[in-house]
């Protein structure tokens, strides 16, 4: 039998791909609404509707309940006394190791890490790993959810 | 054997997490080196070669090459592997080899598909060779083309596991000082009957890992087959059913956002304005993109960002294709075949003199065919996670192509192929539409521009409406038979060739004179892979018009088709069966009908049986009876799994699957208007399997569905006398 074939069109397929001749367009137009971090409030737009919505509110409840697990150590309130954790009031976007009075590691206070809703994620999912050599011996979340939860607590609470 | 040198990779080891290969003296040939780091870090694992590791509770796992996309293939090549080594299969573990080119280079591909093994060098010799050589495949670890188990596992993963056995045995010789010969293995034991010792392999890891490659791992014959052959459980349906099974869309990291994607409705079109007035203002936005040609909207939630997406206002560049309707398009077709004429085209098989046959021919039929665009509709839309940050970008998916996705990720991202690391997980349905790389490019420049991890999920209207579309297509069919009602021509005109090239060729059937020509035809949509790719088509083509020459010719189908395959005892038995299974000459109430056809593909040879119901408005398929040769099925329950998904989805095509095209772009969106089978309409599928060939198998996750549409067709018309010629069934007015 007399068979006549051109190449297989799935290889041809793969062998462009893999070629690269699809160069990876830049964005045309690309406007930042918002860093991921910032505040929601500060979107650019001033029309913007309450961005605290049900979904915020339900949010900071659930970091209310789940902050239980730091009270033993944290304050979160204006003026609290440091306990054996600083007062945790105010904390996000503030210098890692400036709360007045509390005797930190050195760990912490040369850390360098300004508090950023991110920065305070990785912390709280493992503080030893962050910060290695920290005194902060309990309070690591595993839980992404319950992490941005608490996140959301410290911002509402810090803001009253 | 040369010598050979002790190797140090006490820096690689310690490097990767103390890899145990630090102070183990590897031969020459032996890859597990370079892999140790990819895949055996855990305490106390030990790589013997590429594709197996055991770790010190006597663990084996099968490092397999391919991905898991529900077709059941991490167990069935683990079982291949496991049953050569005789490994406790309890005691069998899976991992997906890792997206990194040290897994595929082709010394690799080398070792384990040494050409002296029991399997011809071409998996399965069609007209045109194999569907994809079994080096492409691995090399570029593709899942797809029914592969895996005839290619992969058949040579790879079967001699990885006889290889290894073979150096535990070398390992426990020399340890107890006795002949290899004397040595025995069952359930992950080296056995000494002699002096009653027995340990575990385990206990002989490291050694064996030193001992050389066999240049000839024995294989088993299929009467000392242990696991082969067996219906052994799924490994991964304990965690689809509790729901634990990751898949591609399930990547989650710190810091992930959402992005929210649309193309232009016209494929090829640019997005000329975006107008984001509100999309700004709303709850959750962090961007909002032009990317040229599709817009994103990146937000906290997915729903905040689909929910954004809808409110911005585009206009797009116009194209060639904006004036493009499905029956223009069709009509394109027509006037393209007419202008080949009966000499044009790409000739793609040629035999005898088909002009000057079907000019003598006694009875001349003749044809013409028409089949949709048709999506593949995953379960689990389109996905992508990708992070790209200095110097650096991971990228989470679930595909068909791991290491390609690699390769996309790194050129759209413009960071360098070693610094990016691509993570697949299970794929919820690919059916050819994870082979393609839109995705991951998309989600690349996403997170390139925001220069933070984002998951980007394409809508079921996107999924919908961009997909890379199996083909509609249309052919053209003579056929001439003698005085006897014997077929001595047979001419086809088709459009596009896609893949696999023997698709629209028939060199099972005896007709002295063919010749089988294609054209192509620019159409702007995009072509893809769709399970069984071109022979979901020609499937139908090539089947209708078999039956409508049994019909000229005053024969009943199976009889006609048994003419035809006469001296091919192999495929008359698939046929046979087939019938027999159906009760072929038993009547059927009023308004009832049977249809057979017949297609070998990937392989595998199959016929079908349908009983379809035609006393109602609509046709209501009853019945499939599944004759299937696969050569040998490994795992006998995840064959018969693969016909009745093929059956499935064969079905959801055949009854409604259409994909048009209005002012250029796709219609149809959802589920409401490209409906998927409901379990109401699921007929009963009975398969049998005949292992007629334990040396040269066949695949399993496409070859069920090419027969299924003509043997439902032909059941119509066994039932009705009205020949459908144009699919789906929900065009056809049967009142």
Same mark, same amino acid.
């Given at each position: 039998? +007399?068979?006549?074939?051109?190449? @297989?069109?799935?290889?041809?397929?793969?062998?462009?791909?893999a070629?690269?001749?699809?160069?990876?367009?830049e964005?045309?137009?690309?406007?930042?609404?918002?860093?991921?971090?910032?505040?929601?409030?500060?979107?650019?737009?001033?029309?913007?509707?309450?961005?605290?919505?049900?979904?915020?509110?339900?949010?900071?409840?659930?970091?209310?309940?789940?902050?239980?697990?730091?009270?033993?150590?944290?304050?979160?309130?204006?003026?609290?006394?440091?306990?054996?954790?600083?007062?945790?009031?105010?904390?996000?976007g503030?210098?890692?190791?400036?709360?007045?009075?509390?005797?930190?590691s050195?760990?912490?206070?040369?850390?360098?890490?300004?508090?950023?809703?991110?920065?305070?994620?990785?912390?709280l999912?493992?503080?030893?790993?962050?910060?290695?050599?920290?005194?902060?011996?309990?309070?690591?979340?595993?839980?992404?959810?319950?992490?941005?939860?608490?996140?959301?607590?410290?911002?509402?609470?810090?803001?009253? | 054997?040369?010598?050979?040198?002790?190797?140090?990779?006490?820096?690689?080891?310690?490097?990767?997490?103390?890899?145990?290969?630090?102070?183990?003296?590897?031969?020459?040939?032996?890859?597990?080196?370079?892999?140790?780091?990819?895949?055996?870090?855990?305490?106390?694992?030990?790589?013997?070669?590429?594709?197996?590791?055991?770790d010190a509770?006597?663990?084996?796992?099968? /490092?397999?090459?391919?991905v898991?996309?529900?077709?059941?293939?991490?167990t069935?090549?683990?079982q291949?592997?496991?049953? %050569?080594?005789?490994?406790?299969?309890?005691?069998?573990?899976?991992?997906?080899?890792?997206?990194?080119?040290?897994?595929?280079?082709?010394?690799?591909?080398?070792?384990?598909?040494?050409?002296?093994?029991?399997?011809?060098?071409?998996l399965e010799?069609?007209?045109?060779?194999?569907?994809?050589?079994?080096?492409?495949?691995?090399?570029?670890?593709?899942?797809?083309?029914?592969?895996?188990?005839?290619?992969?596992?058949?040579?790879?993963?079967r001699?990885?596991?006889?290889?290894?056995?073979?150096?535990?045995?070398?390992?426990?010789?020399?340890?107890?000082?006795?002949?290899?010969?004397?040595?025995?293995?069952?359930?992950s034991?080296?056995?000494?009957?002699?002096?009653?010792?027995?340990?575990?392999?385990?206990?002989?890891?490291?050694?064996?890992a030193?001992?050389?490659?066999?240049?000839?791992?024995?294989?088993?014959?299929?009467?000392?087959?242990?696991?082969?052959?067996?219906?052994?459980?799924?490994?991964?349906?304990?965690?689809?059913?509790?729901?634990?099974?990751?898949?591609?869309?399930?990547?989650?990291?710190?810091?992930?956002?959402?992005?929210?994607?649309k193309?232009?409705?016209?494929?090829?079109?640019?997005?000329?304005?975006?107008?984001?007035?509100?999309?700004?203002?709303?709850?959750?936005?962090?961007?909002?993109l032009?990317?040229?040609?599709?817009?994103?909207?990146?937000?906290?939630?997915?729903?905040?960002?689909?929910?954004?997406l809808?409110?911005?206002?585009?206009?797009?560049?116009?194209?060639?294709?904006?004036?493009?309707?499905?029956?223009?398009?069709?009509?394109?077709?027509?006037?393209?075949?007419?202008?080949?004429?009966?000499?044009?085209?790409?000739?793609?098989?040629?035999?005898?003199?088909?002009?000057?046959?079907?000019?003598?021919?006694?009875?001349?039929?003749?044809?013409?065919?028409k089949?949709?665009f048709?999506?593949?509709?995953?379960?689990?839309?389109?996905?992508?996670?990708?992070?790209?940050?200095?110097?650096?970008?991971?990228?989470?998916?679930g595909?068909q192509?791991?290491?390609?996705?690699?390769?996309?990720?790194?050129e759209?991202?413009? /960071?360098?192929?070693?610094?990016?690391?691509?993570?697949?997980?299970y794929?919820?349905?690919?059916?050819?539409?994870?082979? %393609?790389?839109?995705?991951?490019?998309?989600?690349?420049?996403?997170?390139?521009?925001?220069?933070?991890?984002?998951?980007?999920?394409?809508s079921? %209207?996107?999924?919908?409406?961009?997909?890379?579309?199996?083909?509609?297509?249309?052919?053209?069919f003579?056929?001439?038979?003698?005085?006897?009602?014997?077929?001595?021509?047979?001419?086809?005109? *088709?459009?596009?060739?896609?893949?696999?090239q023997?698709?629209?060729?028939?060199?099972?059937?005896?007709?002295?004179? *063919?010749?089988?020509?294609?054209?192509?035809?620019?159409?702007?949509?995009?072509?893809?892979?769709?399970?069984?790719?071109?022979?979901?088509?020609?499937?139908?083509?090539?089947?209708?018009?078999?039956?409508?020459?049994?019909?000229?010719?005053?024969?009943?189908?199976y009889?006609?088709?048994?003419?035809?395959?006469?001296g091919?005892?192999? *495929?008359?038995k698939?046929?046979?069966?087939?019938?027999?299974m159906?009760?072929?000459?038993?009547?059927?109430?009023?308004?009832?009908?049977?249809?057979?056809?017949?297609?070998? @593909?990937?392989?595998?040879?199959?016929?079908?049986?349908?009983?379809?119901?035609?006393?109602?408005?609509?046709?209501?398929?009853k019945?499939?009876?599944?004759?299937?040769?696969?050569?040998?099925?490994?795992?006998?329950?995840?064959?018969?799994?693969?016909m009745?998904?093929?059956?499935?989805?064969?079905l959801?095509?055949?009854?409604?699957?259409?994909?048009?095209?209005?002012?250029?772009?796709?219609?149809?969106?959802?589920?409401?208007?490209y409906?998927?089978?409901?379990?109401? %309409?699921?007929?009963?599928?009975?398969v049998?399997?005949?292992?007629?060939? *334990?040396?040269?198998?066949?695949?399993?996750?496409?070859?069920?569905?090419?027969?299924?549409?003509?043997?439902?067709t032909?059941a119509?018309?066994a039932?009705?006398? +009205?020949r459908?010629r144009e699919?789906?069934?929900?065009?056809?007015?049967?009142?």
């Amino acid at each position: 039998m +007399k068979a006549v074939f051109r190449a @297989s069109a799935l290889v041809l397929v793969i062998t462009l791909a893999a070629c690269g001749s699809d160069p990876a367009p830049e964005p045309t137009e690309q406007i930042v609404v918002r860093e991921p971090g910032a505040d929601a409030s500060e979107a650019s737009d001033t029309t913007a509707p309450e961005p605290a919505g049900e979904a915020t509110a339900s949010l900071v409840a659930a970091g209310k309940s789940a902050f239980n697990t730091c009270i033993a150590c944290h304050v979160l309130e204006k003026g609290g006394a440091n306990r054996i954790g600083p007062n945790l009031y105010g904390i996000i976007g503030q210098a890692a190791g400036s709360a007045d009075g509390f005797k930190y590691s050195d760990a912490m206070a040369s850390s360098g890490i300004t508090w950023t809703k991110e920065e305070l994620d990785s912390y709280l999912a493992n503080p030893a790993a962050k910060v290695p050599g920290t005194t902060m011996m309990a309070g690591a979340i595993s839980d992404a959810g319950q992490r941005e939860a608490i996140i959301a607590y410290i911002e509402d609470a810090s803001a009253n | 054997m040369g010598k050979w040198t002790r190797r140090a990779f006490i820096g690689a080891g310690v490097a990767a997490g103390g890899a145990l290969v630090v102070g183990i003296a590897v031969r020459p040939g032996n890859p597990i080196d370079r892999l140790s780091p990819l895949v055996a870090k855990g305490k106390g694992e030990q790589l013997i070669n590429a594709w197996v590791k055991i770790d010190a509770d006597n663990i084996v796992t099968a /490092i397999v090459p391919h991905v898991e996309m529900g077709q059941g293939i991490f167990t069935s090549l683990a079982q291949m592997l496991a049953d %050569e080594l005789d490994a406790d299969w309890s005691k069998v573990r899976i991992l997906e080899a890792p997206a990194d080119d040290k897994y595929v280079s082709h010394d690799i591909v080398r070792e384990f598909a040494a050409p002296n093994l029991e399997v011809p060098a071409i998996l399965e010799p069609t007209a045109s060779g194999s569907f994809l050589s079994l080096a492409t495949v691995m090399t570029l670890q593709i899942t797809g083309g029914s592969f895996s188990i005839r290619g992969t596992g058949q040579r790879a993963m079967r001699t990885a596991g006889a290889a290894a056995r073979e150096m535990l045995v070398a390992a426990a010789a020399k340890e107890w000082n006795v002949r290899a010969a004397e040595l025995r293995t069952e359930n992950s034991m080296v056995l000494h009957d002699k002096s009653s010792k027995s340990a575990t392999f385990a206990s002989f890891a490291t050694a064996a890992a030193e001992q050389s490659l066999p240049a000839k791992p024995k294989l088993k014959s299929p009467k000392d087959y242990k696991l082969m052959g067996k219906p052994i459980a799924r490994t991964d349906i304990p965690e689809k059913t509790d729901g634990s099974a990751i898949f591609g869309i399930d990547a989650d990291l710190p810091g992930m956002k959402y992005a929210a994607v649309k193309a232009p409705p016209v494929v090829g079109a640019a997005v000329e304005t975006m107008d984001a007035t509100t999309a700004k203002t709303m709850p959750g936005v962090l961007q909002i993109l032009n990317m040229g040609d599709f817009v994103a909207v990146v937000a906290d939630g997915y729903w905040q960002a689909e929910q954004a997406l809808a409110t911005i206002d585009t206009t797009y560049s116009k194209t060639d294709g904006d004036g493009l309707d499905q029956d223009a398009l069709f009509a394109r077709y027509a006037k393209m075949l007419d202008e080949a004429g009966d000499s044009d085209g790409d000739v793609e098989a040629e035999e005898g003199d088909v002009g000057e046959a079907f000019a003598n021919a006694a009875t001349k039929v003749e044809a013409e065919y028409k089949v949709p665009f048709l999506a593949h509709a995953t379960m689990e839309p389109m996905n992508c996670t990708a992070w790209v940050r200095e110097g650096k970008c991971d990228v989470w998916s679930g595909t068909q192509m791991p290491l390609m996705a690699r390769k996309a990720a790194a050129e759209t991202s413009g /960071i360098d192929y070693d610094n990016v690391t691509y993570h697949n997980a299970y794929l919820g349905g690919g059916f050819g539409r994870r082979a %393609e790389m839109d995705m991951i490019i998309m989600a690349t420049r996403i997170a390139k521009a925001t220069q933070y991890p984002v998951k980007m999920i394409w809508s079921r %209207e996107e999924d919908t409406m961009q997909d890379h579309y199996r083909p509609s297509a249309t052919s053209r069919f003579q056929g001439g038979l003698d005085k006897d009602g014997k077929a001595v021509s047979w001419s086809n005109i *088709h459009t596009h060739l896609f893949d696999p090239q023997e698709a629209p060729t028939v060199p099972y059937y005896n007709i002295a004179n *063919h010749k089988i020509r294609k054209i192509d035809v620019p159409t702007h949509l995009r072509f893809g892979p769709w399970r069984s790719v071109d022979h979901s088509q020609h499937g139908f083509f090539i089947e209708s018009f078999v039956d409508e020459m049994a019909q000229a010719a005053g024969k009943d189908g199976y009889a006609f088709r048994r003419e035809l395959l006469a001296g091919s005892p192999r *495929h008359l038995k698939v046929l046979d069966t087939a019938a027999k299974m159906s009760g072929w000459d038993k009547p059927l109430p009023e308004g009832h009908g049977r249809g057979i056809a017949f297609v070998p @593909s990937f392989g595998t040879i199959i016929a079908e049986v349908a009983e379809v119901d035609m006393t109602g408005k609509k046709p209501k398929v009853k019945k499939i009876f599944v004759a299937a040769d696969p050569g040998f099925a490994v795992n006998p329950d995840g064959f018969a799994a693969q016909m009745e998904s093929s059956i499935a989805y064969g079905l959801t095509a055949t009854l409604f699957g259409e994909i048009s095209v209005k002012d250029g772009a796709v219609q149809q969106s959802n589920f409401h208007d490209y409906p998927i089978l409901r379990i109401n %309409e699921m007929p009963d599928v009975a398969v049998e399997i005949i292992n007629g060939d *334990h040396k040269r198998l066949g695949g399993a996750g496409e070859p069920g569905l090419p027969p299924l549409a003509p043997a439902v067709t032909n059941a119509i018309f066994a039932a009705t006398g +009205k020949r459908v010629r144009e699919l789906p069934l929900s065009k056809v007015d049967f009142a």
